[in-house]
């Protein structure tokens, strides 16, 4: 079975500033990780994803995420946050078989 | 237009009722989903589909009943909506890299 856990269910950063959000999977098998964003009354919006390739893997608006094997993570990063990124932000693991276990999200608040 | 839509985007509904939700994407992906999202659980799986005619439950599919006749059609219904179905609900597609999503169904049950 796999699990995703993020931690922090509210982030605040200043506009500028760097923006971490952590994720921390469980899976028996080499995952397939993922990254998606949703803004109010919007559906989820895939932001970058991790197929075993590349471990620091590159998305769009400039963030991106690093999978490390011995930490079981792959937190997302963005170096100067926009007031635009403001949004709730889930990560997700899947075994392969398409199927995504998401976690709880966080959400992210920029302040001006 | 191209994309995965669903409707309707809001509902109302009495408990007792049955109620459909309904998907179209127009990619003839092979597999597609239904999700809820709740504050605190994040999204859920409640059904999906690997193909028509082939569908297998998730997490949480009590209550809920699917079918896919055509590959670019996946139904969600509630045979008795219950106040513990309130939610958001998205529906998913996925061609194999990545799963795009529906605007979601925001339903009430009261």
């Known amino acids: 079975a796999q699990s995703v856990t993020q931690l922090g269910s509210h982030v605040s950063v200043s506009e500028g500033a760097l923006v971490l959000l952590r994720c921390n999977y469980s899976s028996s098998v080499p995952p397939y990780l993922f990254w998606y964003v949703q803004y109010p009354n919007q559906g989820l919006q895939l932001l970058l994803k991790?197929?075993?390739?590349?471990?620091l893997v590159k998305g769009i608006n400039d963030f991106e995420a690093e999978f490390k094997k011995s930490e079981t993570s792959f937190h997302l990063t963005k170096p100067s946050a926009h007031m635009s990124d403001a949004a709730e932000y889930f990560c997700?693991?899947?075994?392969?078989?398409?199927?995504?276990?998401f976690g709880t999200g966080t959400r992210l608040t920029i302040i001006p | 237009d191209a994309g995965i839509t669903q409707s309707p985007r809001y509902k109302i509904t009495e408990t007792g009722r049955q109620v459909t939700l309904m998907c179209h994407q127009t990619w003839s992906h092979s597999y597609m989903f239904w999700y809820r999202q709740d504050l605190g659980h994040g999204l859920r799986l409640i059904y999906y589909s690997a193909a028509a005619d082939i569908t297998d439950k998730g997490e949480v599919p009590d209550g809920y009943v699917v079918s896919r006749s055509k590959t670019e059609n996946f139904p969600l219904t509630l045979e008795s909506a219950t106040r513990s179905q309130t939610s958001v609900y998205f529906c998913?597609?996925?061609?194999?890299?990545?799963?795009?999503f529906g605007q979601g169904t925001r339903l009430t049950v009261v």
């Open positions: 998913a597609s996925s061609g194999g890299t990545e799963a795009f």
């Open positions: 997700a693991v899947s075994d392969g078989n398409e199927k995504l276990t």
């Open positions: 991790y197929t075993s390739a590349a471990t």
